[in-house]
């Protein structure tokens, strides 16, 4: 093995468990440890070294990789090791979010932690897969050289300095993935209002959603260049189409949860005097 390097992996939770697998089957040294004892058993069989404590599981490490709940957990696990952590790379791929990224990297520099942070956009069956990907922004220098690691989890971005960049993007993404499901939801009740079943409206959902996503790029360039002239489907269009998609709702004898505040957003923008212009103005009611 001619870089064979040690791995560590905290947090054996699915994901943690699909990564330190993925490092284990490339020949890496992987000692585990997570909190409830139990969770390493397949790892070990497989060849990782259990370990009892996160002390234990960091000494002699290359690279650290943690994969816990949430950004408070990540604290708990690494605050009373952080003097064990000096001078090592740690990748935070626990979800946390761009402020919590930033908070980490902040005390992971005044231990001289070498500190990235990741968001996995994937899920534990996918890492390891040519669809997995891994988006991660920190410390420059510690990507380049754990790349060659990273790079086995899945494709493996460095998006920049600023350690929150890629709790942003994650965030952003699944922000947008969450409110197509939701837009989805909402589908499915109306069709099963009709007797149609959710199946059989996914199959037509897929291609048509498929094809609305090609239109992405056309509404970013009226959110980069804030010109939202347009002379194709405006506000008013749109806020026609909403409001008669609301009124179908509620003959349905659906909630109309889903919708309402793409409504709110099409009606503030119309109200302010931008009928004429494009749907992706609404952009600008979401500042804070
Ligand atoms: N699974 C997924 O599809 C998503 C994909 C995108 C990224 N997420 C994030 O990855 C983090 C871990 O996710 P997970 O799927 O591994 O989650 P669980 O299976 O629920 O495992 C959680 C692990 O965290 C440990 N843990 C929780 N609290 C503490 C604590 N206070 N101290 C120490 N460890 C803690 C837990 O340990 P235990 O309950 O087994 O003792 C698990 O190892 C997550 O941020 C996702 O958002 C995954």
């Known amino acids: 093995m001619p870089d064979q390097r040690t791995v560590s992996v905290l947090g054996l939770g699915a994901m943690g468990r699909a990564l330190a697998g993925a490092a284990l089957r490339a020949g890496h040294r992987v000692p585990v440890w997570n909190r409830t004892a139990g969770k390493d058993t397949d790892l070990v069989t497989a060849g990782a070294r259990h370990t009892a404590t996160p002390a234990a599981a960091i000494s002699g490490s290359d690279l650290v990789i943690v994969c ?21 790379a740690v990748v935070n791929l626990t979800s946390t979010t761009p402020g919590e990224s930033r908070e980490l990297a902040s005390w992971a520099r005044a231990h001289d932690i070498a500190f990235l942070d990741g968001g996995i956009m994937a899920v534990p069956d996918m890492i390891g897969g040519p669809a997995a990907s891994i988006l991660y922004s920190g410390d420059a220098a510690a990507f380049d050289s754990a790349q060659q690691v990273l790079e086995l989890f899945g494709s493996a971005e460095f998006l920049g300095a600023d350690p929150g960049l890629a709790a942003a993007h994650d965030f952003a993404l699944l922000a947008a993935m969450y409110a197509m499901f939701a837009g989805f939801a909402h ?42 002239r347009t002379s194709v489907q405006n506000l008013h269009f749109n806020k026609a189409a909403l409001d008669a998609i609301v009124r179908a709702g509620r003959e349905a004898g659906i909630a109309v949860d889903v919708l309402r505040p793409v409504k709110a957003l099409i009606d503030e923008q119309v109200a302010d005097g931008y009928g004429e212009q494009a749907f992706a103005r609404i952009v600008e009611g979401l500042r804070g």
């Open 68 to 88: 816990l709940l949430d950004h408070a957990s990540v604290h708990s696990v690494l605050d009373p090791i952080a003097a064990e952590l000096s001078d090592v």
């Open 187 to 228: 589908g499915a009740a109306m069709l099963r209002s009709a007797g149609v079943g959710a199946a059989a409206f996914a199959e037509r959902a897929v291609p048509w959603l498929t094809a609305m996503t090609g239109s992405l790029p056309w509404q970013a360039q009226f959110i980069d260049s804030g010109d939202y």
